[in-house]
């Protein structure tokens, strides 16, 4: 009888911890989907840097190659964008009236893409 008891204490625990997941994933989806959903909110610019849900973001108008425009952001200290929510996405579309490089490549593998920072576009949930 105690070892039923006990099964089904941990059933009821893992089903508890796959739920308090779930709602923990809903609710980091839902803030950072308000956190960017207000691009107005998002506009203090400094020397053509706009900050914004504790990011910076600078869009340059050089026209340079996908090397090259990482180069030039990573001598700022910065890198190319790397894009780690639909709602983000979102914001730099409504920031953005002309092509502009982001930091995902398929460089080393073609149709492989992968962010700057080594996370695959399937890590990021961003499509």
Known sequence: MVSKTLAAQEINSTAMKKEFND??????????????????????????????????????????????????????????????????????VSKINETRWIGLNDLDTEGHWVWVNNRTLNDTGVQ
């Open 23 to 92: 709602l923990t994933g809903r609710y980091n989806t839902l803030r950072e989907w308000l956190s960017f959903s207000d691009a107005q909110s998002c506009n203090l610019s400094v020397n053509g840097w706009i900050a914004c849900r504790g990011k910076l973001y600078l869009f340059s108008s050089y026209k340079l190659n996908w090397n090259r425009s990482r180069d030039v952001c990573v001598s700022k200290g910065a890198d190319l964008v790397t894009i780690t929510s639909q709602s983000e996405q979102s914001f730099l």
